[in-house]
């Protein structure tokens, strides 16, 4: 308990010492923001291999309050379209996987060590998703246009869901497709019970980790208030 309370002082007086040092904007803007965020649903990308889609989902992510995207890089690697991101790479954490030849199973394990449960999303699925749990911590699995997920993927996932559609065309765009379920997603978390939202402490790392990230030696300040705060 005294280690917890160490950490939020700690934690607490460095947000104050960033909050001097940033813009009153700034400061409303990401208390309204974090309290927003979510880490209870979260977004995996599989070998996505166009950058501007990858980019729009970025965006999308952060649009939606999405703190986490999730990124398998198996022969394809990952890049941000500056002009398509709009900057969401600063507040949206990235992860990808990327090391060695397991990457799917790396994803995968990490997600589990976290209790997610995993939605995979396929045209030929019939299940909407309407027949999710929300209640549970959910990743939202996503392939490319024209291949969709990997057989494994889909394997590993414990459900399957698809977009209703009424035209043609068997599939959305990716990032529209992530756009639906996020913003189905989300307005069901929003009338829920289901405590989605980040924690107090988890609010307050992340206005730290923003604060960093626009201002210059952001990394250098933290570790001066550290020292500040220590003495």
């Known amino acids: 308990m005294a280690s917890l309370l160490k950490n939020c002082e700690q934690q607490n007086f460095l947000l104050n010492e960033f909050y001097k040092i940033i813009s009153s904007h700034k400061v409303e803007l990401f208390n309204k923001i974090a309290a927003q965020r979510t880490r209870h649903i979260t977004v995996v990308l599989e070998n996505v291999y166009q950058e501007h889609n990858a980019s729009a989902v970025l965006r999308t992510c952060d649009c939606f309050g999405v703190q986490d995207l999730n990124i398998i890089e198996k022969g394809v690697k990952y890049k941000v379209q500056r002009d398509i991101a709009l900057g969401s790479g600063r507040w949206v954490d990235v992860h990808q996987f990327n090391q060695g030849n397991d990457v799917q199973d790396d994803c995968i394990n990490y997600l589990k060590t976290k209790s997610f449960q995993l939605i995979a999303t396929s045209p030929h699925s019939e299940k909407s ?24 993927l889909l394997n590993q996932a414990d459900e399957t869901i698809c977009i209703p559609m009424y035209g ?64």
């Open 129 to 152: 998703i309407e027949s999710i749990d929300l209640s549970k911590p959910t990743a939202f699995l996503f392939g490319t246009e024209r291949q969709g997920l990997s057989t494994y």
């Open 168 to 231: 043609f065309t068997e599939s959305f765009n990716i990032s529209v497709s992530v756009a639906l379920i996020l913003q189905h997603t989300r307005n069901i978390l929003e009338k829920s019970n289901i405590n989605w939202k980040l924690t107090e402490f988890d609010q307050n790392q992340l206005k730290i980790e923003w604060s960093k990230k626009i201002l210059n030696g952001g990394e250098e300040l933290e570790k001066f208030f550290i020292n500040e705060f220590l003495k």
